[in-house]
């Protein structure tokens, strides 16, 4: 399974975009990259997945370059309620069962 | 829709105790796995189950058991608590679909050995 590092934490501001890269030098082809969110006191919750180029929806963005040796989320105008735990997690799960590795995240702290 | 049922959602042991930690799903995965988490760290996982009657090892199996006797039931038991068992645990649970798929997870047990 392909390691993952992210920054520790962040701080942001209400109303700004926040930008959180994720470096996988060793992601395999049939990996895909997906991100999580955790509240404190609650589950991860699926936010965004992607293989290459850009995917959005309505809670964030990924972009993945063509080498896919990083990926950034992207969450656009924070809220107070974005500050959480976020998770790059990086695999191909049917081929590892579900051996979804998660590694420390980054903490994003979104100031009034 | 219910999705991932843990129960309980907090217990107390003493050291040497033995519990079941229940973990339930409605969504006919064939996936579902038991993570713990420490106080500020990621989730770690502990066994995993890729159908029913098959189960397998994670990172941290050490002082725990599974069994996978439905698609719908996944339970976790601490055999002999000990102090370093002390933990958030949370179980998850996705669909065979490679990759491509999201997992759904629990609202979690935190569980303290005293």
Redesign the interface.
């Known amino acids: 399974l392909a390691k993952t590092t992210q920054p520790i934490s962040m701080d942001s501001y209400e109303g700004q975009e926040v930008n959180i890269t994720c470096s996988h030098n060793n992601i395999a082809t049939?990996?895909?990259i997906?991100w999580?969110q955790q509240f404190p006191?609650?589950?991860?919750?699926?936010i965004i997945?992607g293989?290459k180029t850009k995917v959005t929806n309505e809670v964030a963005s990924l972009f993945i370059p063509a080498d896919r040796k990083s990926s950034t989320l992207s969450l656009p105008r924070v809220s107070l309620s974005d500050t959480a735990v976020y998770?790059c997690l990086v695999?191909?799960?049917?081929?590892a069962?579900?051996?979804?590795?998660?590694?420390?995240?980054t903490r994003v702290l979104v100031k009034p | 829709n219910a999705g991932v049922t843990q129960t309980p959602k907090f217990q107390v042991l003493k050291t040497g105790q033995s519990m079941t930690l229940q973990c339930a799903q409605d969504m006919n995965h064939e996936y579902m796995s038991w993570y713990r988490q420490d106080p500020g760290m990621g989730l770690r996982l502990i066994h995993y189950s890729v159908g029913a009657g098959i189960t397998d090892q994670g990172e941290v199996p050490n002082g725990y058991n599974v069994s996978r006797s439905t698609t719908e039931d996944f339970p976790l038991r601490l055999l002999s608590a000990a102090p370093s068992q002390t933990s958030v645990y949370f179980c998850a649970s996705r669909p065979p679909r490679g990759g491509r798929t999201e997992a759904f997870f629990g609202q979690g047990t935190r569980l303290t050995v005293v």
């Open positions: 049939n990996d895909y997906t999580y006191s609650q589950g991860p919750r699926f997945q293989y998770y695999g191909d799960g049917k081929a069962g579900n051996k979804l590795t998660f590694g420390g995240g």
